[in-house]
């Protein structure tokens, strides 16, 4: 089951029955029904970047984060988040078949999630006006000044490759220093390039 709410983005000790409404296993998806307001204060709660912004601003983030084939559909006052898998029903009985995972996928590397989430949280602060520039943050932080730009260019990943990373998806082989190395473009589509050849140079 951990499998199939980590789409929801909770920590693994949160607290699930207060969020869950009820889940449907059918044939070829499982729908997951949420309660709207429980669901919202737990991402706020896990998300510092995400206390200022309007429901709909949030609902529409976790969108992005989903994979082409799941969806998280506002029905008034539960969230419905729809997702994948297969079902096998055996002597009045269901299980649920995980969906297959390619060769090259990874398991979660903590030291890109954190990454990710640090460069969200100090673009926000950028952007929010709490500080003034890259060099306010890193005097902030006590880093580096190249180490923070660097880190900082992780927020303006594009939302598949932001998506991938926290899912554990990533390119089999990327590690946090060759993407903190690599020259990544604003390009959304030029960035997947990059990132596949700065996994590959970290698989030598």
Same mark, same amino acid.
Request: include cysteine.
């Given at each position: &089951?951990?499998?199939?709410?980590?789409?929801?983005?909770?920590?693994?000790?949160?607290?699930?029955?207060?969020?869950?409404?009820?889940?449907?296993?059918?044939?070829?998806?499982?729908?997951?029904?949420? @309660?709207?307001?429980?669901?919202?204060?737990?991402?706020?709660?896990?998300?510092?970047?995400?206390?200022?912004?309007?429901?709909?601003?949030?609902?529409?983030?976790?969108?992005?984060?989903?994979?082409?084939?799941?969806?998280?559909?506002?029905?008034?006052?539960?969230?419905?988040?729809?997702?994948?898998?297969?079902?096998?029903?055996? #002597?009045?009985?269901?299980?649920?078949?995980?969906?297959?995972?390619?060769?090259?996928?990874?398991?979660?590397? &903590?030291?890109?999630?954190?990454?990710?989430?640090?460069?969200?949280?100090?673009?926000?602060?950028?952007?929010? #006006?709490?500080?003034?520039?890259?060099?306010?943050?890193?005097?902030?932080?006590?880093? @580096?000044?190249?180490?923070?730009?660097?880190?900082?260019?992780?927020?303006?990943?594009?939302?598949?490759?932001?998506?991938?990373?926290?899912?554990?998806?990533?390119?089999?082989?990327?590690?946090?220093?060759?993407?903190?190395?690599?020259?990544?473009?604003?390009?959304?589509?030029?960035?997947?390039?990059?990132?596949? #050849?700065?996994?590959?140079?970290? #698989?030598?």
């Amino acid at each position: &089951m951990s499998s199939v709410m980590a789409p929801l983005g909770l920590p693994e000790d949160c607290p699930i029955q207060p969020v869950v409404r009820r889940i449907e296993i059918l044939s070829n998806s499982i729908v997951v029904r949420l @309660d709207r307001t429980s669901i919202l204060a737990a991402w706020r709660a896990v998300d510092p970047d995400a206390r200022g912004k309007s429901d709909l601003k949030i609902i529409e983030s976790r969108r992005e984060l989903l994979s082409s084939s799941e969806s998280l559909h506002d029905e008034g006052e539960q969230l419905n988040m729809t997702l994948p898998v297969r079902a096998r029903f055996r #002597g009045g009985r269901a299980s649920v078949l995980e969906p297959t995972i390619s060769a090259g996928s990874a398991s979660p590397n &903590m030291a890109l999630v954190k990454a990710v989430a640090r460069a969200h949280s100090w673009r926000q602060m950028l952007l929010g #006006g709490e500080v003034s520039s890259v060099e306010a943050l890193a005097r902030r932080f006590g880093q @580096d000044w190249g180490h923070v730009a660097r880190t900082l260019s992780l927020g303006f990943l594009s939302p598949a490759l932001t998506r991938a990373i926290i899912r554990g998806e990533q390119p089999l082989g990327l590690r946090l220093t060759r993407l903190l190395a690599a020259d990544l473009p604003l390009s959304w589509r030029e960035q997947e390039t990059v990132v596949t #050849g700065a996994a590959g140079i970290a #698989g030598l």
